[in-house]
């Protein structure tokens, strides 16, 4: 006979250093449900073979701790709720993204992937016979000046650089060792919006000012521009909810930099976005506590709404679900 504890939906919570908000969506799911069991998730030199005690995993650190992912993927394996989506998760990148937006009718700037500009010791010049060289003049003059250097994969603005010339281009590309860059072009904005999404179709836009200070981007940007018309709010709610369904992420933050009134997408890869309540002031903060406890709770209830994968009809589960 299974226990009464066993039976339990457990969450488990995949945290860093972050307080506020793990805490606050234990405290809410527990709250919502008492049934729902919620705790941080803990591992130690997983075996391949046994299955992760949790119905649902709230991943909000792997992209700073590798090996956590593997695990992640164990847990999906075994049927385990995984937001977001550990195997999207770890091959999204920027541009790949960009194009997809493209693709899907959003506006993005203009964005070209660059090789690597050095490389693994036993990579040779036979090694590389598929590349030509990059013609910088060319580059320049179909992405303009200033334009923005950035890493294909990651996060948090770390290596971003805006140069503003020709030279400084080539300088900060030389700097960048085996760093996969893209190069971006600028866009001019006066509204700044960045929309918080959880579950996919849930969206909350709110401006949001990079030039400010870390703690007040979201608190302060309503005094350095102005407010979101209904028009401008709604599609911007719609292209972030298409692109959070187009990624599979369930937990994501989507920044448009608003020029002659069109959004154009500049950031959606934010798997573990920005949640803090320090951060985000705690209007914006109290509704993703609460989109996030639905999510949550929605998912351990519902064991069988995990994405389909290639391994599913192998393994006999249900081909539809």
Not at 18 to 24: H, K, L, N, T, V
Not at 77 to 88: A, Q
Not at 113 to 136: F, G, I, Q, Y
Not at 220 to 229: F, G, I, V
Request: glycine share 4%.
């Amino acid at each position: 006979m299974v226990s009464a504890e066993r039976a339990r939906a457990r969450v488990g919570l995949l945290v860093g250093r972050e307080r506020s908000f793990p805490e606050a969506l234990a405290a809410e799911v527990a709250r919502r449900d008492p049934s729902v069991q919620v705790e941080l998730a803990k591992l130690e030199a997983p075996r391949a073979d046994v299955r992760p005690p949790y119905d649902v995993l709230v991943d909000r650190i792997s992209h700073e701790v590798p090996s956590y992912q593997p695990w992640l993927k164990l847990a999906a394996l075994y049927g385990t709720r995984v937001v977001n989506d550990p195997f999207w998760r770890t091959v999204d990148d920027k541009f790949l993204d960009a194009a997809l937006a493209g693709a899907l009718g959003v506006a993005v700037p203009r964005t070209v992937l660059l090789p690597n500009k050095s490389h693994a010791d036993d990579v040779t010049a036979e090694s590389l016979r598929n590349l030509d060289w990059v013609d910088w003049d060319a580059l320049v003059a179909e992405l303009g000046l200033p334009m923005y250097l950035k890493p294909h994969w990651g996060g948090g603005w770390r290596d971003v650089s805006r140069v503003m010339t020709r030279e400084e281009l080539l300088a900060t590309y030389d700097r960048s060792g085996r760093l996969t860059l893209i190069a971006q072009s600028e866009v001019t904005w006066t509204q700044y919006v960045r929309c918080l999404v959880i579950g996919q179709n849930q969206v909350r836009p709110a401006l949001w000012d990079p030039r400010l200070p870390h703690a007040e981007r979201y608190r302060k940007a309503a005094d350095s521009m102005p407010p979101l018309e209904d028009e401008l709010r709604e599609r911007v709610e719609h292209e972030a909810r298409l692109l959070c369904e187009a990624l599979g992420y369930d937990m994501n933050t989507v920044e448009f930099a608003i020029h002659d009134g069109v959004p154009y997408a500049i950031d959606f890869m934010n798997s573990a976005p920005d949640l803090d309540e320090a951060s985000l002031g705690p209007e914006h903060f109290r509704w993703v506590v609460q989109r996030m406890a639905e999510l949550v709770l929605a998912l351990a209830h519902d064991p069988d709404s995990a994405p389909l994968r290639r391994w599913d009809a192998l393994l006999g589960r249900p081909a539809m679900r």
